[in-house]
């Protein structure tokens, strides 16, 4: 079997995992970064909306995939969708609601709602000619039903290769601390990081450190960066910074309004971090409550007071959550085994026998 995966940049690091444990298998992949090979209108440089196909021709033609799978809806994916080849969409967020918080927030302007009527209609169509979607968690798969009822599903949750994550000193923080690693890219998600004021009051011995950045940065810093127990970090370079930032932390949190599948929840189980987390969208499938971590319901400042106090007061509970967590994450999420997944599903789903 000949596979062509067209992935984002963003996520092409953790696609060559997935590429190499296929490989094992005796998959022929193929991966490349989309925008690379396609391009169009909407994009910034007015050159890229005039791209020809000829470099996305040339690939099919030289590597003639059995499938193709893509990441995300955009040319590639649309050029794809053209082919009579199975198109599968490994599908990680909520692109409906994403593209609905978008339209009222940073898409107000013309030309941006212009912009995102465009991409609604390339996912829209991608979508009715996909052979199959694979959502990223079953909380997503639901989503998808939703809109649409009549394509074949699976849930294909995200593999990690857990050799990467050990602990790396390099980083100096003041304890007791908690360490946030998240973006602040959809307000969505974002937004739900305000809970923390009442926390960081009734916390003021523990450092809270946000590693992330995004155009809702300044919202959240408006709120609790007026705290002196708050502090922010920007990005931090990946995977060597995370993983000193996540050797030096004593709990993990996951402050999210909306998730489906968080590398860095699983990440930092790896690290042997406790971890509490947000009650919402596919992070319960990736972590065990009460075992390797505590869930707390969004909005609630005194589940999150409570929970985080708990850990910070009890090292030993940190330590046994810590190494249940990486536990958890190496049976259930190491690429061999979702690997053996994704191949499984394409069968039970007659898309490549």
């Not at 033609?61 to 599968?88: C, G, T, Y």
């Not at 932390?249 to 599948?261: F, Q």
Request: proline share 4%; aromatic share 10%; hydrophobic share 40%.
């Amino acid at each position: 079997m000949r596979l062509l995966i067209g992935g984002s940049t963003s996520k092409i690091f953790h696609l060559k995992e997935f590429v190499n444990a296929l490989t094992d298998l005796g998959v022929d992949c193929k991966l490349v970064v989309d925008i690379d090979i396609r391009r169009g209108f909407p994009s910034r440089k007015i050159s890229d909306w005039f791209q020809s196909t000829r470099k996305f021709d040339q690939l099919i033609s030289e590597f003639k995939p059995d499938i193709i799978m893509v990441d995300r809806q955009r040319h590639f994916a649309l050029a794809a969708s053209k082919q009579n080849i199975p198109l599968i969409i490994h599908l990680r967020g909520d692109i409906w609601k994403e593209m609905e918080w978008a339209k009222h927030t940073l898409y107000k302007s013309v030309p941006k709602r212009i912009a995102l009527q465009v991409w609604i209609y390339i996912a829209r169509q991608t979508f009715q000619k996909s052979a199959l979607i694979i959502p990223i968690c079953r909380h997503l798969e639901k989503i998808v039903k939703q809109h649409h009822p009549n394509k074949k599903t699976n849930v294909l949750h995200g593999g990690i290769t857990s050799d990467g994550w050990y602990p790396s000193k390099g980083m100096n923080l003041k304890h007791p601390c908690v360490g946030l690693l998240q973006g602040a890219v959809i307000w969505g998600k974002a937004q739900e990081m305000l809970v923390l004021e009442n926390v960081l009051k009734s916390m003021p011995d523990v450092t809270f450190y946000w590693a992330g950045d995004g155009p809702y940065r300044d919202k959240i810093l408006s709120v609790l960066g007026k705290h002196d127990n708050f502090k922010w970090l920007g990005n931090l370079q990946y995977p060597d910074k995370v993983r000193e930032y996540l050797t030096e932390i004593d709990v993990y949190a996951l402050v999210s309004g909306i998730d489906m599948s968080p590398l860095t929840l699983q990440e930092a189980q790896l690290m042997k971090k406790p971890v509490v987390a947000t009650n919402v969208g596919g992070i319960p499938e990736l972590m065990k409550n009460n075992e390797t971590g505590f869930l707390v319901e969004i909005g609630d400042a005194n589940g999150w007071i409570e929970k985080l106090s708990l850990l910070i007061n009890d090292e030993q509970k940190r330590k046994d959550m810590g190494e249940k967590g990486r536990k958890f994450v190496e049976e259930n999420f190491n690429w061999g085994k979702i690997g053996k997944e994704f191949l499984d599903i394409l069968k039970k789903n007659g898309v490549y026998r």
